[in-house]
């Protein structure tokens, strides 16, 4: 009996210890804890966000600590539960993913807090939550302009569309639909792509079959890299538009300059493509603290903490005021200016960013502002 | 598993227990409960993943696909028609478990590999259908807003309520795997799987055994999806990710695959190691990778035997006159007519027949490829023939499955030694004699067959370190178990010493006064003539000679067959 209890006791003191070990400590000062996807399918855009947010917050003085929400809700809760042990969080950086902001709404619900991203999908400011703010334009505003660039500008009669399977495909593509629809002129053809196909031959062949005058893709940035390589191969000679992936510096570097050549995509903003000073200090700056060009996701997230370092210095100390302050302020970002439409959605114009020339930086050819009318 | 190891797993369990509850009610915050009610979700899965791939020794890769089924189960019917808890989580469980039901038929025909790819499918099919059926499933998106845990009007709030609940749910599915996992099932398990030939000569029935580790791994999967659900408040495809399948095999291997403490800790564990590791950025994943390496190198078994030692298995009562079961007298023999099976354009057997009368020992010989081993596996079921029947007490016993042969009494041993290696003596004949349905207390004919095998002093030796005299007496003790009326030994004396021979012929003939008709095939003449009644010797498939052992032997057809000797 003695030894068995020796090991109860054993036992019960390794495991608590253990246990114990993820305890975390409160903190002092307000704080802004940055969750976002570094690891998994979404690494490049979530380290783009994480990159933004650390910019932002460097040399300001709230605390900050950054977590990983890899590709899965669970992970995701996982660091949004541990996040909130601190004191004074004053709102959260939240995962560009949309399945991961689905889960965690009611938890800021439930803690009163609001979350920060730069997701794209609809429906998380549908939901009602009040904690929610975006700061890159949604599908709402994208695929608006997207959709018309297409059919507008290039004459798009025969539009296809190939999307991702994922919650950022399956929103965008609905989007993208919808506003074809409006514009009358329906896809011809449309198709949903997991994120590990890497030949995309069939789907091509299936698009040129279709009679597809022009090619809207709605993919991450590793499958965008990879259509439009593998449609220059086989020789698929329609104009293609890209979703905002493919302006980022890291899905062109994945192309060659004569297969990035002419291709197009849509987004929020470009950093690297715009001339102002303010633009060339920020990017300045960011390739000196990462040693990498920024992207959309990047400034936007960085606009979207920026503006709640400056509802802090406008007096908010606590969620509550901050999450007042997102509410009914506008803020002139770096990127453009930021007005809560009542759900959340804080960015209301977008670009179309085209490659000309054999220059790896995009050009903007059309900007659609406020697409939504809020501003 | 028995008695002593079941004591150990209490000793851990209680430990881990009290741990938990010392831990979570003074020490965890919000987070920490949250990462340990994740870990009693994971220990659901688990517990159901070790039916199927501990036990049973299938690489299924479907848990993560009943883990789904159950989570959107939860999900849809939650969220979409405002069903409780107390509907929703038996209705997972069940429509999981009917899943499991469903593929289970063709799926369980296929073996190793194939079984694995086929489970992965159903998995794969299951991922596509909830990320394209948007309308009910929300695609890729999922469905947000799965309401909490009511029960009776009470919600079982988020932290401490929740944790609590859940352990509640993961200490019942302890104790059901308790009960289902009863020592003569383990015990069988372990006979399946380590020698599946043997298996149904010994009354145990593969197929019902894997199909009840099926189900059981669905159900407790699809438990866990519901509550897992409920822990994240949405269901989205990564339920049915292989990413969840991943998890649960890891955690299986690393805690271990045999044992209830075995999934605590892998569960535990699987679920705080990257959180420890969190503050190492984007490298924790290879500190963690680095981590579980190391476990399965220096811990191949899981880290469960690790805290509960090496199983010293129950001394076995000491063998008194009482306790023993004397062999019954048989009444009935055995008859074989005209047997043939063919193996492609190989006649193996051609119209065999053979009679055995009880208290008979016919040795049966014949050169190698005579046929000798076929008319064994096809007396006792293993094998199907193209013709013939095999009869005994006027019931034909062709048509009927190995284990129901096993049942109706008639017992076998092996050419090649099919004992597991990690049970012992006593398990192996009492697995026997349980499965077999001896109508007389099972302590007392494992007794009686361990006794009259001359094994009283090795009961509790494992099979695997046993000298190859004693194993073959083992399988005699093992065949007898179920008091056989007939007893069919596939060359007992191969590689015996001449007093390990003559311990076998004793054996036979004791059995042989008890009225059981013996088969004897062998190649032994010296152990035959002191052991056999008659003898009978097979060339080409058919029984060319029968007869007295001396008459066989001087029989012109049996010297030019067995001898290779043509009569001058």
């Excluded at chain 1, 040399?59 to 900050?64: I, L, N, P, R």
């Excluded at chain 1, 703010?133 to 025969?158: C, I």
């Excluded at chain 2, 894997?210 to 059981?216: G, M, S």
């Excluded at chain 2, 193209?386 to 008639?410: C, K, P």
Aim: hydrophobic share 50%; aromatic share 6%; net charge neutral.
């Amino acid at each position: 009996m003695l030894p068995g209890l020796r090991r109860i006791g054993l036992a019960t003191a390794i495991i608590t210890a253990g246990l114990s070990l993820v305890t975390t400590a409160a903190a002092d000062s307000l704080r802004i804890p940055v969750l976002v996807p570094i690891t998994g399918f979404l690494s490049l855009e979530g380290t783009s966000q994480k990159n933004g947010a650390e910019l932002a917050l460097d040399g300001s003085d709230v605390a900050f600590d950054v977590a990983d929400t890899a590709t899965s809700p669970e992970v995701a809760v996982n660091a949004f539960e541990r996040a909130m042990n601190a004191k004074d969080v004053v709102s959260v950086v939240a995962p560009m993913l949309g399945t991961q902001m689905l889960a965690l709404i009611p938890l800021a619900d439930e803690f009163d807090v609001p979350m920060i991203t730069v997701s794209g999908t609809a429906r998380i400011t549908e939901l009602g939550s009040p904690n929610v703010f975006r700061f890159f334009p949604g599908d709402v505003v994208v695929k608006a302009a997207h959709a018309r660039y297409a059919v507008e500008e290039l004459g798009a009669k025969k539009p296809a569309i190939i999307s991702q399977t994922t919650a950022y495909g399956q929103s965008g593509r609905a989007e993208l639909d919808r506003n074809l629809r409006a514009l009358g002129q329906p896809p011809v053809f449309t198709e949903g792509l997991e994120v590990s196909v890497k030949d995309m031959l069939p789907v091509l062949s299936k698009v040129r079959d279709s009679g597809a005058d022009v090619l809207l893709l709605h993919l991450h940035s590793g499958p965008t890299a990879l259509v439009i390589r593998q449609a220059r191969a086989m020789g698929l000679d329609i104009p293609i538009v890209a979703g905002s992936a493919m302006h980022q510096p890291e899905t062109a570097a994945l192309l060659e300059s004569a297969e990035l050549l002419g291709g197009c995509a849509e987004s929020g903003w470009s950093p690297i493509s715009e001339t102002g000073p303010e633009f060339r200090a920020f990017a300045d700056a960011y390739r000196k603290s990462f040693n990498r060009e920024p992207d959309a996701f990047a400034l936007g997230q960085y606009d979207g903490v920026n503006m709640v370092l400056a509802a802090i210095r406008g007096g908010a100390r606590d969620a509550a005021g901050v999450r007042s302050w997102l509410e009914s302020n506008r803020y002139d970002g770096l990127a453009m200016t930021y007005a809560s439409d009542g759900k959340g959605n804080m960015a209301h114009s977008a670009v179309i960013l085209c490659y000309i020339g054999a220059d790896r930086v995009p050009q903007i050819v059309k900007r659609y502002r406020n697409v939504t009318g809020v501003l | 598993m028995t008695g002593m190891h079941l004591g150990r797993d209490r000793v851990t369990l209680i430990a881990g227990g009290v741990a938990l509850a010392v831990y979570a009610t003074l020490f965890a915050s919000s987070y920490d409960q949250r990462i340990l009610t994740l870990s009693g979700v994971y220990v659901i899965m688990v517990l159901g993943y070790q039916f199927i791939f501990g036990h049973s020794g299938a690489l299924s890769l479907a848990q993560g696909a009943f883990f789904g089924v159950g989570a959107y189960v939860t999900g849809i019917v939650g969220s979409q028609f405002g069903t409780g808890f107390l509907i929703t989580f038996p209705l997972s469980i069940a429509l999981a478990t009917l899943l499991a039901a469903i593929v289970a038929a063709p799926v369980l025909r296929l073996a190793s590999h194939y079984f694995a790819l086929a489970t992965l499918a159903l998995n794969q099919l299951l991922l596509v259908i909830a990320v394209n059926w948007e309308s009910v499933t929300g695609g890729a998106n999922g469905i947000p807003g799965v309401p909490p845990v009511i029960l009776f009007d009470w919600q079982v709030g988020r932290g401490l309520p929740l944790l609590v609940f859940v352990w509640a749910l993961a200490a019942a599915a302890m104790l059901i795997a308790h009960w289902q996992l009863r020592p003569s099932r383990v015990s069988s398990f372990t006979v399946m799987r380590e020698t599946p030939l043997a298996a149904p000569a010994f009354g145990i029935e593969p197929g019902l055994l894997r199909f009840r580790a099926f189900l059981f791994s669905a159900a407790f999967g699809g438990a866990a999806g519901a509550l897992f659900v409920h822990t994240n408040r949405v269901v989205s495809p990564e339920t049915l990710g292989f990413g969840i399948m991943v998890t649960c095999l890891t955690m299986t291997v690393v805690g271990g695959r045999f044992r209830i403490a075995g999934a605590v800790i892998g569960a535990l564990l699987l679920t705080h190691l990257p959180e420890w590791f969190r503050g190492l950025d984007e490298y924790y994943l290879v500190a963690v990778g680095f981590l579980l390496l190391a476990m399965v190198v220096f811990a191949p078994n899981g880290l469960a035997p690790l805290f509960l030692r090496a199983g010293e298995p129950s001394r076995l009562s000491k063998t008194i006159a009482g306790d023993i079961e004397p062999p019954a007298k048989s009444t009935a023999g055995l008859v074989i007519e005209g047997l043939s099976k063919r193996y492609g354009g190989v006649r193996a057997l051609d119209g065999a027949s053979l009679q055995v009368e009880p208290g008979e020992i016919v040795g049966l010989i014949g050169p190698n490829g005579a046929g000798k081993t076929t008319l064994a596996n096809l007396v006792t079921g293993i094998e199907r023939g193209d013709a013939g029947h095999v009869e005994r007490a006027s019931a034909n016993l062709s048509v009927l499955s190995a284990t129901a042969i096993a049942r109706s009494g008639i017992a076998r041993t092996f050419q090649t030694s099919q004992l597991p290696d990690e049970l012992t003596v006593r398990q192996v004949v009492s697995t026997a004699a349980v499965n077999l349905g001896s109508t007389a207390p099972a302590d007392k004919v494992v007794n009686g067959a361990l006794a009259l095998c001359k094994l009283s002093d090795d009961a509790d030796t494992h099979c695997g370190t046993l000298p190859h005299g004693v194993r073959r007496r083992v399988e005699i003790a093992r065949a007898i178990a179920g008091d056989p009326g007939v007893l069919v030994l596939d060359e007992p004396a191969a590689g015996l010493a001449d007093e390990e021979q003559r311990q076998v012929a004793d054996i036979c003939r004791a059995l042989a006064h008890a009225g059981t008709a013996i088969l004897l095939i062998d190649h032994n003449l010296e152990f035959l003539r002191t052991s056999v009644t008659r003898l009978a010797c097979m060339d080409a498939g058919r029984i060319i000679m029968e007869g007295p052992f001396d008459t066989v032997l001087a029989d012109p057809a049996v010297r030019a067959a067995y001898f290779g000797m043509a009569d001058q």
